[in-house]
């Protein structure tokens, strides 16, 4: 290796502070330039303040893309759960983790991972210069110029996706990437709320159920807006996609999934015999949250004349089970970029050798973190891929 080679890395997130360390390791003069006036400002906002650092269980099916998933399975393979374990303990963290298998800092607080992460890169000898907005990258001679005052022999671009732009992030490393000639998958939002049609839904905000939709359990947050979640943030990608060709989508959504629909069946007919005398909404209740219970008869069609419950018929109990089994949820929008926490999209991952991350289309330019297509589940796995994608970087860089 050449020690003298000096490394420019374009932002100071996850993927780009991560980098800098291992880089600064093995002997190259690194530098990073962030726009923010501090270092990791996505990365504290991210596990809502606790920072969900990775996830005992790593696999290809929690990677998604526009490409072949299976291109990124050795950065996975060669970057796993107890290598970031080890790695992250060496710089003097230890991992919480949760029974659904995500790791945090022992602390819970996000600005464990970014003080020690800017520790850790001044160490070792890396400059940060913040307030440094990057307009213009060339490559002239053999070398990278930005904004016509900084000279790099190799450049990193991790600046990120378009996701939550109020904590400064911009399209700036889509469009570093065209300049060089690389194509971009028009990003959308993932890991977002959903909007919803639905009427009536100031009734339910608030209240929080797990649910099964499409086969798949998870939390379900009511919202005036529509809806939120972890199960939602988990299918808001597919959502999405879908929402790019279609004005709208409907999603069923079981609110009790612990029963079968002939069990709820009996057992609200039961509740018609001995709770004969309360009121509707009065008489879900008990078996769900009454604020979801005055919903769900909102819902189910039953004549408005119907007040007790004595006067319910068969078939207004079939609609009711109905409707809770099979609530229909009206989706027409996302919450967008504004609150997303990832972007589906980014740079064609086959234009880059996920070897090292270089480009394919100009030497010594390098893609990591989220900037590329590459998005991942709800549980840590976006922040594993911008470790993981960085690992892989400093470790072949030659």
Known sequence: MQTYKKIGIVGAGASGLFAS????????????????NKVGKKLLATGNGRCNVTNQSI???????????????????????????????????EFKVVPSGRAYPLSLNSSS??????????????????????????????????????????????????????LGSTDSGYQFAKKFKHSIVKPVASLVQLVSSNKNLDIVSGVKVEVVIDGTRGDFLFAKYGVSGSLILDISRKVAKQLQTQKSITLEVDTMPDFSFDELLIMLTKRVENLKDKELFLWLDGIMNKKLAKYIILNSNIPSHIKYAKFLRKEDIRKIVKTIKK????????????????????????EINLENMESKKQKDLYFIGEVIDIDGDCGGYNLHWAWSSAYTLATNMK
């Open 327 to 350: 609530l229909p949820f009206i989706i027409t929008d996302t919450k967008g970029f504004e609150t997303c926490e990832v972007c589906a999209g980014g740079i064609n991952l086959e």
């Open 21 to 36: 360390i291992l880089l600064s390791q093995k002997g190259y003069m690194v530098t990073i330039l962030e726009k923010n």
């Open 59 to 93: 696999s290809l099916k929690n990677f998604y893309s526009n490409s072949n998933i299976s291109l990124i399975q050795k950065n996975i393979e060669n970057f796993t759960y107890d290598n970031c374990k080890d790695l992250f303990q060496k710089f003097g963290i």
């Open 113 to 166: 991972i970014v003080d020690i992460l800017e520790y850790e890169a001044l160490k070792n000898g890396v400059k940060i210069e913040l307030n440094t907005e990057i307009n213009d990258l060339k490559y002239e001679k053999n070398k990278f110029i930005l904004n016509q005052n900084f000279t790099f022999d190799k450049i990193i671009v991790a600046t990120g996706s378009i996701a939550m732009p109020k």
